[in-house]
């Protein structure tokens, strides 16, 4: 009985000792397989971040290139997301080739930055991708990316901040892995997928005010001073109640042309300060240059003027900021591939006018997916560029025939002034206010033409409360003032006022009846809350003190809820703008007074515009874009942007959105 006893004690012992062999031999596999596929795993995880990062920094710079206003292109942007990927792929010695090449895929880029190459189609369907390959990677390069794509993931995309299809990017980076422990539980290999998205050009804080704004494309001292002084752009109020101050800055679009950084000629840097010790070009923000993110430093500004101080801050790399903001805001349209458009040449200044290429417009900038404002600038030539006297009917009838302007008056005809030496003032408060049931809102200006010029030259003349007042004569302000004060209350539909020249169609630059507006001598000139359109004519205002200032204020940017269209654009379709010019003529404001400026000055090809003075100059809210700029005369001109008046620029060349 001892003896079984025992025994199957023994024989129990070693029962559990077997099983737990069993037991620890599982465990052990059961861990070890999954070591190997943990492993594994975090080996593809890094596969996903290093691709990530490749990806985006592949997409980003692409998307520089990818800007045609740049002179860039599908094709450039594609050679570029490949040349980023090649460098940042982690194992070093591998060499992308392609299987699909960037050349084959996408058309040729331009030489020329006037005309860039066509960067996409919306023909383009399905998306276009050129694919290279090296070791275990697969490179990706897509565009267009339409809102649906996978590319863009499952985030809703907006047309404000990601643009449309033909806006966008992408790089997708592929990677196999070949799996060293996990193969011992049959997984022999895995893919890892990241991509990235990025659009040309996004439009930038709002909060971005540029108060000089270079638009020449090529050449050589397209802002320059020639004077004793110079130009500094501080900070303007802010953009918004309680936010910090809006920064000054500068923009330059320019591209150098064989300029020469040690010139003090016309072939100097693009920013010349020429031989004069003083002379300052200075921001209290940033010196934005286009030129920086492709071309050598010394032929686009000299170092030793930042050394000095006479520039500063140091120039930085900036987006072109172009046509665009203005175009889209007041003659919004699609300029792209249209010949000879009277609005869309932009003077080069060494090949004459040519196209300015600008994308379709199609959408408002300022409204995240609201519908892009009427081409107002079109519509208001229409309606006044033909306009004469004949239209407007007299006191002994109307003209049969002829379109009738039933709420105007004609200066001087129906007021019984004088265009020689005519003085008194015209407007809804005055005597003038009606005549035969006609408003006195609206007034045309047809003096008689002179043997050699078709000026009118007023005394003291006064349009006050008035919507617009349009001229057949270039003005000469000369004697004593002129002035035009446009009323603001959006309330009432008011906005200010239109001051329209008609000069004509020639645009030589002796034409005297393309002079525009021009204000001389000790005479006055007041533009209160006006926008001035000049048909081919320039704006020159100098001359000496004069006994009043000469002032210039346009409308408030709240002014635009006065918009309206039912008719010819009211002057709120165009607040803050004060001037518009497409003439490439000397544009001039300066002398020795002091100015109140504000407003928008939109003279695209002025060659150049020239901002001078005698005593110093504290031009406030105003804004300039131009061709080129001249800062001359033996006083500072200073500028601070005012979101209120000013028009906001765009800061960056690309974004990366996805």
Known sequence: MDARRSLRGDLHFRSDEGAVAVITAITLTVLLLVTAIVIDLASLRADRSSSKSVADLAVTAAAVEYDPLAGGSAQQACLEAVAFAQANLREPGLVLTADVSCESRFPDPSADPNNPAEICDSTW??????????????????????????????????????????DRIGVRVLRDRTFVLARVAAFDSGRTSQASVARWRPEGDEDQFASLVVLQRVGCSTLAVSGQDGVE??????????????????????????????????????????????????????????????????????????????????????ARISRKPIDHRYNCRDYAGTAAHRWSPIYSGTAGYTQQPIPACTQNLDDDGASPPPPYIEQLVVAYQGLTADQIPSTDGSVEGVPQYSDWLVYPRDVGGQCSAGSGTFGPSTDAAILDGRSGRNWFIDCERSPSNDVFSPDDVTFAGVDVVVSRNWIDVNRTAFRVLGEVDPSNGRGGAILYL?????????????????????????????????????????????????????????????????????????????????????????????LDVRGVFFTPNASPFDLSGQTPQALDGAQFFSSSFDISGQARIILRPDPAFNEPTPVGGSGLIR
Not at 235 to 264: H, M, Q, V, Y
């Open 125 to 166: 369907d399905p998306p276009r991708t050129a694919r290279y390959s090296a070791g275990d990677y697969v490179i990706e390069i897509t565009i267009p990316v339409p809102d649906g794509s996978p590319l863009m993931g499952a985030q809703a995309s907006t047309a404000q901040y990601d643009g449309e299809a033909c």
């Open 233 to 318: 752009v501080l900070d303007g109020p802010p953009a918004e109640a309680g936010g910090p101050p809006t920064p000054g800055s500068i923009t330059l679009d320019t591209w150098a042309d064989g300029c020469n950084p040690n010139s003090t000629g016309d072939k100097g840097p693009v920013i010349n300060l020429g031989p004069n010790a003083s002379a300052t070009i200075r921001a209290s923000g940033a010196i934005f240059m286009d030129g920086l993110n492709t071309q050598p430093q010394p032929q686009l500004y000299q170092s030793a003027r930042v050394t000095s101080g006479q520039l500063s801050p140091r120039p930085r790399s900036g």
């Open 502 to 594: 008609q000069g004509d169609d020639n645009t030589g630059t002796n034409a005297n009846n393309n002079r525009g507006l021009e204000r001389g001598s000790q005479a006055s000139l007041e533009l209160q809350n006006t926008f001035v359109y000049s048909h081919n004519g320039w704006l020159r205002i100098g001359g000496g003190s004069g006994t009043s200032a000469a002032i210039w204020n346009a409308s408030p940017r709240s002014a635009q809820d006065a918009c309206s269209v039912s008719g010819p654009p009211t002057p709120g379709c165009f607040a803050p703008l004060a001037l518009w010019s497409n003439s490439n003529h000397r544009h001039r404001l300066g002398g020795s007074s002091a």
